[in-house]
C-alpha cells in the first residue's frame, strides 16, 4: 500500500508540476491545499485563536502554504491579490512571525497606498520596515518626509543607495539567504530581493 503524500509533498508536487508552467493550474491547485489545510483547522476550532496563528503549531502548515502562494503571486505579478493575502495573513498572525509586513508594505508604496502608514506605525524598525515608506513618499512627490526617512535610514545604512544600486546589479552575486543582520549588507539584500519590482525601475537611488 502506497504511503499517503503529505500536505509538503503535495505542495512540493506542485511546483514541479505547475510552477511558472501554468501559473493558473499552479495556484488552483495549491489553494485545494489550502483549503483542505483550513476545513482541518475550522473542524478543530482554531479559527477561534485568529491573531495568534503561527504561536499554535498546529496552524503553522496552513501559515505556510499561505506564504507559499504570497510569494508566488507577487512572482507572477499578481499584485492586487498578493495584498489582500498579505492582509488576511496579518490578521490572523498579527505578531507576524513569517516577515509578511516585509512584503505588503511594499506592496503598499507600490500602489501609494496610504495604509502603509498605519501599517508602519507598528512596525518601524528594520530597513525592511521603514524603506518601503520612503519610496511611498518619493512616489507621492513629498521630498521633505522622503528626505527626512532617508536621513533616518541613513544613520544605520549611510551607503543605503550605493548599496541598492549595486545588489540590483548583481542579483547573482547578492542573492539572498533568507536571513539578514539589521545594519549589514545582507538587510539591502533582503529589501531588494523582497521589492525588487518596487526597485528595479527606479533611479533616485542611482544618482
Known amino acids: 500500500?502506497?504511503?499517503k503524500k503529505t500536505i509538503e509533498e503535495k505542495r512540493d508536487l506542485l511546483y514541479d508540476e505547475?510552477?511558472?508552467?501554468?501559473?493558473?493550474?499552479f495556484l488552483s491547485e495549491l489553494n485545494k491545499l489550502i483549503n483542505l489545510e483550513k476545513m482541518s483547522l475550522e473542524k478543530n476550532n482554531f479559527f477561534e485563536d485568529k491573531g495568534e496563528f503561527w504561536s499554535i503549531l498546529e496552524t503553522?502548515?496552513?501559515?505556510?502554504?499561505?506564504?507559499?502562494?504570497?510569494l508566488y503571486l507577487k512572482r507572477v505579478g499578481m499584485y492586487g491579490k498578493a495584498v489582500e493575502l498579505a492582509e488576511e495573513m496579518l490578521e490572523l498572525s498579527t505578531g507576524d512571525n513569517l516577515g509578511?509586513?516585509?512584503?505588503?508594505?511594499?506592496?503598499?508604496?507600490?500602489?501609494?497606498?496610504?495604509?502603509?502608514l498605519d501599517l508602519h506605525k507598528k512596525f518601524n524598525y528594520l530597513l525592511l520596515e521603514t524603506f518601503p515608506v520612503a519610496v511611498y513618499y518619493y512616489k507621492k512627490g513629498n521630498k521633505t518626509k522622503f528626505n527626512n526617512m532617508i536621513k533616518k535610514i541613513k544613520e544605520s545604512h549611510p551607503d543605503i543607495f550605493e548599496n541598492i544600486f549595486m545588489v540590483i546589479q548583481d542579483t547573482d552575486?547578492?542573492?539572498?539567504?533568507?536571513?539578514?543582520?539589521?545594519?549589514?549588507?545582507?538587510?539591502?539584500?533582503?529589501?531588494?530581493d523582497i521589492n525588487y519590482y518596487l526597485l528595479s525601475n527606479m533611479t533616485f537611488f542611482a544618482e
Open 18 to 25: 505547475y510552477a511558472f508552467i501554468d501559473d493558473f493550474k
Open 100 to 116: 509578511v509586513r516585509f512584503h505588503l508594505l511594499g506592496l503598499y508604496a507600490y500602489f501609494e497606498d496610504k495604509k502603509i
Open 60 to 70: 503553522r502548515t496552513y501559515m505556510l502554504l499561505l506564504m507559499d502562494k504570497l
Open 1 to 3: 500500500m502506497a504511503k
Open 173 to 192: 552575486k547578492y542573492r539572498s539567504k533568507g536571513f539578514f543582520a539589521p545594519g549589514d549588507i545582507t538587510e539591502v539584500i533582503e529589501l531588494v
